[in-house]
């Protein structure tokens, strides 16, 4: 019998594996447009920080709402261990240290798939489609294995 | 990207008024983002039109793919009162068409398919 140690490293691959299945096979049955759900499954995850974990969104400026978002990411959940934003005119990037899901990401990335649920950039778009009513376009998704790292970037206008 | 974006409206609004049949006309992206609309549903959430317009795209891709039947071109969807027509336009752009019930859908087909091409080039 597994000890509650092993338990619970199971229960993460578990995770990882129906993350993995879920996006292979929307991926497999919409191919690029999978990329379409990513505002709408962020919504609702937008709305549990909201409700459950202290998330508030104000100003207008998309730097300090993703800032805000990743700083519960890494202080309040713990998925990963650094969350860097960085604007550059429309131009906004996040980088991800160390996040847990960032061997599920890697394979998918590998398996010629976008990761479009990825927690970050779901709850990103939405915040800046619905709270801010900027649209926004995902224009980098990279994943460096080796160093844990993922860098997202979207296009706002 | 809004240069792009006032021409396509300006052309959607000149298809719409030669075809008075048309209710709405939006491009939308494969990622659902709207690029561009002219919609009447004012009270829906366009965030929702397009990602369903996109999913559509995508399930009929996948489908003539695996049906063998080339490239996606064309979809449509009637309800009882109206039509919904897809059109592709380029690998990344998908025309969406809102059409009244009882529409001329020659009349639609010809003009959405002039500027699905037409709009098909500009985002080369």
Do not use: H
């Amino acid at each position: 019998m597994a000890t509650e140690e092993e338990k619970k490293r199971n229960l993460a691959k578990m995770n990882a594996m129906i993350i993995y299945g879920l996006e292979k096979g929307l991926w497999d049955l919409l191919g690029e447009s999978a990329l379409a759900t990513t505002t709408l499954v962020g919504e609702g995850m937008l709305e549990e920080m909201e409700k459950t974990m202290g998330l508030e969104i104000s100003g207008e400026d998309p730097q300090d709402i993703l800032t805000e978002i990743g700083r519960i990411f890494v202080d309040e959940i713990g998925i990963a261990t650094k969350f860097e934003i960085t604007k550059e005119d429309s131009k906004v990037s996040m980088v991800v240290e160390n996040c847990v899901l960032a061997k599920v990401e890697a394979d998918l990335v590998s398996a010629g798939i976008k990761p479009f649920m990825c927690p970050y950039l779901n709850i990103a778009a939405a915040a800046m489609r619905k709270r801010m009513g900027m649209k926004s376009k995902i224009t980098e998704i990279s994943c460096d294995t080796g160093n844990r790292k993922c860098k997202l970037s979207f296009q706002i206008f | 990207m809004a240069g792009m974006t006032e021409k396509i409206e300006k052309m959607l609004q000149d298809m719409m008024a030669d075809a008075p049949d048309i209710e709405g006309a939006a491009l939308i992206g494969s990622d659902g983002l709207i690029i561009a609309a002219n919609l009447p549903i004012k009270s829906q959430d366009p965030n929702r039109i397009g990602a369903s317009a996109a999913a559509l795209l995508g399930l009929g891709k996948r489908t003539i793919e695996a049906l063998q039947k080339g490239d996606f071109s064309e979809l449509s969807l009637t309800g009882t009162d109206g039509s919904l027509y897809l059109y592709s336009a380029g690998p990344t752009g998908i025309l969406g068409i809102l059409a009244k019930k009882g529409a001329n859908v020659g009349m639609i087909n010809m003009l959405a398919r002039d500027i699905s091409e037409k709009i098909s080039q500009m985002l080369e």
